[in-house]
């Protein structure tokens, strides 16, 4: 089956667009104190250029990848498309708080008004946008939970782009919903490793028994995108580009929170899996601190079971497990590491965004790991209190803020990344309810 | 497993609500021609006084039931909750016009944002905050595709109350995570019939095999609470109370239609189950309509699996198959009517909403019937033009709407109501991608 895209507007449809969604993504590469180390080609560890990524991503992108401008315009056609759930609401969980007993002010951000239930179509809206703008009819990606895979599907439906996904095998047999939802929006959805790829039928034939990884996945995306001029490559996460595009979420909750008279967080949590959650959240919080001297705490946190910032090499490696990506450099735990199964599918990736893994390095940023057993616990507390089920990937962000809140002895503001809800992996919660 | 609720917080927290959430319920009887016919005694055929629903229901509920005044005021309480998603987005579907080639202008009231994905907690977070305040500690409830179960189970969450459902059982086999999500609520939740009431043991000794229906579950319910009196009933739809609470629907549509320069739409497509989303979109139209002279034509759109509207008689009938509620003026397809299972679980009722039963009987509201494939393919035509997967009862709604759309030649204005997300009904779609 090929998808039959209803209609393709790139024109902006005119529509009013609330007032509080942001105008500009946000560059955290102009308040660094050092660059973010470049990229690499494979071949000659040089750092790439243009025409290196060319074959996988549309100019605008590539530009956004090195870019180093403060604030890049977000076009009409991707902020109107936004405006259908932005801005995100930011709550005050008072509830939680008197749960806890503590005296800190928790803040949550919550992306799981998006249509797909995540914060992924911020930036699946606009790579769509510059790739459709540019030409290109198809995209292929890959991805774990299948947030991702269903957010570029949204995007490609509104865009008028086909989309085709592998997803990582564990969650494909376990999560068929988010097949379904991918399929609905006229995307195409494959397990990985599959049988359609050179890379995949390697790793089929090499791990036979393999539940996949986005590592594999993401061998198979980049493979299928690179033998046809039309077809490109998205990526979810990692990318400069993609957290450059999460920054809406930040910026919107600075607004939010100076309107609610807590203008400077003392600490923002967010889980950390690829980077882009974290990313969209911290960034601008981080770029006001080097501007500005303001000192909120940032903590990434990941699952131990992927304990990439934690416990992983700070170096350059691969985004794939077969080798065709450029060189990254990252905090991994090696191109070829395979997590074991988590629920929190969205994290199960061996780097880490460079820019993430750069701010962890200087120090300007801090990192935690949680086992997934104390995180949906976490969930399941804060679900009761607040009446939103987190998903899975954000239970790890709920779980570092409620330990933080019980020990803290006098009043501090807290913020809490909520990437998603749990609707699609309920199943999760099960061994806890 | 019994609930333990982390907090109990009656009081209003003192939060911002936005200030669009409407301040009041509004009331259809106050402006019908003729008076709703009441409900009657089982046994007496009189009709019903207060302490007949004393048992099941709180005096606030009881008195809302019978209320003539045209705007009852919302709690602060339940203001702040409806805060959370309220008001519920109303977009203009450009994309989905372009796809049909229709000079109509499309909006559609969207209430899939609310934290359990529909617009149930309209009415839950009332019913469990009355019940709250007058001492209830218990609620019990059935629930059909599990969109009210989830709901009520959310509401008792936020505002202490322990929350047992019983489930239609097709459903409970076939949709595992909406049980996961009332449970991640605190919520219990048991198949009906089940061995845990008389009504459930005769049911399932004359129809072992029976899939069960909401008439069944309403019959367990409503056995339990009346055991105990601090446990009381809640009923997602039908009630005259329910179809007050759903009332912000359409009275911030109208308001958010006047905004968009369409204030007075020529037609508006509702789903039509128990009636309740139905009702809480239309009702504010069909009270101005008698009121001012406008001549908004208001459908319901039911599924034709059960056609309780267009095939169904109109008289008394008992809302649950033991006939332990109080006799209703409906149109029904009598109590034992079990429907097929159809994918739009919470549709599958064989009575209707004795005040949408009285406004189609007037000639104040058009029934028809949409077959579940042309219902589901709507669905995807919607989603893939508008970026929402609707919920399958929803569906209808977007059907007789893209009927609707595709016949008019001449420029009209036409609301969807758009009853939820289809997140956790994936599986209704997978016939069609």
Redesign the interface.
């Known amino acids: 089956m090929t998808t039959t ?3 393709r ?1 790139l024109e902006p ?1 005119g ?1 009013s667009i609330p007032s509080k969604v942001p105008t500009h993504w946000y560059n955290l590469a102009a308040d660094l104190p050092e660059p973010v180390p470049p990229h690499l080609h494979p071949g000659t560890r040089e750092p790439l250029g243009p025409e290196d990524l060319a074959p996988l991503f549309p100019m605008n992108l590539i530009a956004q990848e090195v870019a180093t401008e403060r604030y890049i315009e977000i076009p009409e056609t991707v902020r109107e ?1 936004y405006g ?2 932005r801005p995100s ?1 930011l ?2 969980a ?2 939680l708080e ?2 806890l007993g503590t005296p800190a002010r928790i803040y949550y951000k919550y992306e799981g ?1 998006s ?1 797909v ?1 995540s914060h992924k179509p911020n930036t699946a809206v606009a790579q769509a946008y510059y790739n459709a703008i540019e030409g290109t009819t198809k995209l292929t990606t890959e991805t774990g939970a299948g947030q991702w895979g269903a957010s570029l599907s ?1 995007a490609g ?2 865009l008028g782009l086909d989309v085709e996904v592998w997803q990582v095998r564990s969650s494909f047999d376990s999560k ?2 988010r097949r ?2 991918m ?4 995307g195409i959805c494959h397990p990985s490793p599959s049988d359609l790829t050179e890379a995949g039928r390697a790793l089929l034939k090499s791990h036979p028994d393999t539940t996949g990884s986005l590592g594999m996945a993401i061998s198979e995306a980049v493979e299928v995108a690179a033998q046809d001029p039309n077809t490109h490559y998205s990526l979810g996460s990692v990318l400069n580009h993609v957290m450059l595009h999460q920054t809406v979420i930040g910026q919107e909750a600075m607004v939010q929170l100076e309107e609610a008279g807590d203008a400077v967080p003392d600490t923002v949590f967010g889980c950390a899996g690829g980077g882009s959650n974290l990313a969209g959240l911290t960034f601008p919080f981080l770029g006001r601190n080097l501007r500005e001297g303001t000192k909120t705490r940032l903590v990434a946190c990941e699952p131990s079971a992927c304990p990439s910032l934690t416990q992983g090499e700070y170096r350059y490696d691969f985004g794939d497990v077969a080798g065709l990506t450029p060189l990254l450099k990252m905090h991994t735990l090696g191109k070829d590491f395979v997590p074991p199964a988590i629920h929190a599918g969205g994290l199960r990736y061996h780097g880490m965004s460079p820019m993430v893994s750069h701010a962890v390095n200087l120090g300007l940023m801090d990192a935690i790991a949680v086992d997934q057993d104390d995180a949906l616990q976490a969930g ?2 804060f ?3 607040e ?3 987190p998903a899975p990937e954000s239970t790890h962000a709920v779980a570092g803020a409620i330990a933080h809140a019980r020990a803290v002895t006098e009043p501090e503001v807290i913020v809490i990344g909520l990437s998603g ?4 992996d ?2 999760a ?2 061994p806890y ?1």
């Open positions: 895209p209803l209609n507007s449809l529509v498309i259908m759930w609401p709550f005050r008072h509830r008197r749960a008004v249509p239930g949204f439906a509104l068929p919903y379904i939802q399929e609905a929006y006229g399941l507390i679900a009761r209190a009446g939103i089920i809800n749990g609707q699609l309920l199943p919660y099960s309810v």
